[in-house]
């Protein structure tokens, strides 16, 4: 679930860049010229929503009621969002807590968000999808697939809590995307470049881990298109940050991101009991 923080800066930007004028109390869908139509009911947007829904920043996808509030369950940039709106206009966003401690929130919005089917896009990115192997001639236990950035935090700490997996069998597929520097292409091309790319960004974790400069050479422009189109499928698959994990259960593709070392261990175990 995505943190409250990022879905009030969303209010926040609606309510400012909109502002609270008469057109946007009347909440009228610019499209139609109508209120937001959802199933038999017509539901009007409070002003917050009715900004970003204008501006195209959100789509809405479900609007439902529970007790006194209006739930707006909508989406922004791959990832669902559930808003909670008053009678008078007030919006919450993130947890709502009933009187028995029980977060409505997540309760409606695991129950609600629509579950993608990624198995197209995955038929399409294993065929023309670029990665580097930590297993290229293959007598793995398990594969997955991970969107990495070089200069990704959170990639590097992925990458050290599985590496005892990944000497124990476990195959990972690394996918470089570059959107966090301006040296991320060239870092990108250093690495595969080198006769063993996993080594590679062994190394290159090992510098991040010093502080140092890291190995670059001047990308190309085929490499430069490469990174583009795993970025094209890095958004094709709804995965709005790294590390992105791609990964087939049950002949069904999934995507996840990162996950603490014990949760991680079980998916690892599950990644392996696929054939």
């Given at each position: 679930?995505?943190?409250?923080?990022?879905?009030?800066?969303?209010l926040?930007?609606?309510?400012?860049?909109?502002?609270?004028?008469?057109?946007?109390?009347?909440?009228?869908?610019?499209?139609?010229?109508?209120?937001?139509?959802?199933?038999?009911?017509?539901?009007?947007?409070?002003?917050?929503?009715?900004?970003?829904?204008?501006?195209?920043?959100?789509?809405?996808?479900?609007?439902?009621?529970?007790?006194?509030?209006?739930?707006?369950?909508?989406?922004?940039q791959?990832?669902?969002?559930?808003?909670?709106?008053?009678?008078?206009?007030?919006?919450?966003?993130?947890?709502?807590?009933?009187?028995?401690?029980?977060?409505?929130?997540?309760?409606?919005?695991?129950?609600?968000?629509?579950?993608?089917?990624?198995?197209?896009?995955?038929?399409?990115?294993?065929?023309?999808?670029?990665?580097?192997?930590?297993?290229?001639?293959?007598?793995?236990?398990?594969?997955?697939?991970?969107?990495?950035?070089?200069?990704?935090g959170?990639?590097?700490?992925?990458?050290?809590?599985?590496?005892?997996?990944?000497?124990?069998?476990?195959?990972?597929?690394?996918v470089?995307?570059?959107f966090?520097?301006?040296?991320?292409?060239?870092?990108?091309?250093?690495?595969?470049?080198?006769?063993?790319?996993?080594?590679?960004?062994?190394?290159?974790?090992?510098?991040?881990?010093?502080?140092?400069?890291?190995?670059?050479?001047?990308?190309?422009?085929?490499?430069?298109?490469?990174?583009?189109?795993n970025?094209?499928?890095?958004?094709a698959?709804?995965?709005?940050?790294?590390?992105?994990?791609?990964?087939?259960?049950?002949?069904?593709?999934?995507?996840?991101?990162?996950?603490?070392?014990?949760?991680?261990?079980?998916?690892?175990?599950?990644?392996?009991?696929?054939?």
């Amino acid at each position: 679930m995505v943190s409250s923080r990022k879905l009030s800066t969303l209010l926040i930007a609606g309510a400012l860049f909109g502002g609270f004028s008469a057109q946007s109390m009347a909440a009228i869908n610019s499209n139609t010229d109508q209120p937001i139509a959802t199933g038999s009911s017509l539901q009007v947007a409070p002003p917050q929503l009715k900004n970003l829904i204008d501006q195209g920043v959100i789509e809405v996808i479900e609007v439902f009621q529970h007790d006194s509030f209006t739930g707006w369950l909508v989406k922004n940039q791959g990832e669902y969002h559930l808003y909670w709106a008053t009678k008078d206009n007030y919006v919450v966003a993130g947890p709502l807590i009933d009187q028995n401690g029980i977060n409505i929130t997540s309760k409606y919005l695991d129950a609600k968000k629509p579950i993608p089917d990624y198995n197209k896009v995955f038929e399409n990115f294993e065929n023309e999808g670029w990665y580097f192997s930590t297993h290229p001639k293959g007598n793995s236990k398990g594969t997955m697939y991970v969107f990495i950035e070089p200069f990704c935090g959170w990639c590097s700490k992925l990458f050290n809590e599985i590496e005892p997996a990944i000497q124990d069998g476990l195959e990972v597929r690394w996918v470089p995307v570059s959107f966090l520097s301006a040296q991320s292409p060239d870092v990108i091309e250093y690495i595969t470049s080198q006769p063993d790319p996993y080594a590679a960004l062994q190394e290159h974790e090992h510098i991040r881990a010093q502080r140092a400069r890291p190995n670059t050479k001047p990308a190309t422009v085929k490499t430069r298109e490469l990174i583009e189109k795993n970025g094209d499928f890095m958004k094709a698959f709804d995965i709005a940050g790294t590390p992105g994990i791609v990964y087939v259960q049950n002949g069904k593709a999934k995507v996840a991101g990162y996950m603490k070392p014990a949760q991680m261990q079980e998916f690892i175990k599950m990644i392996e009991s696929q054939k």
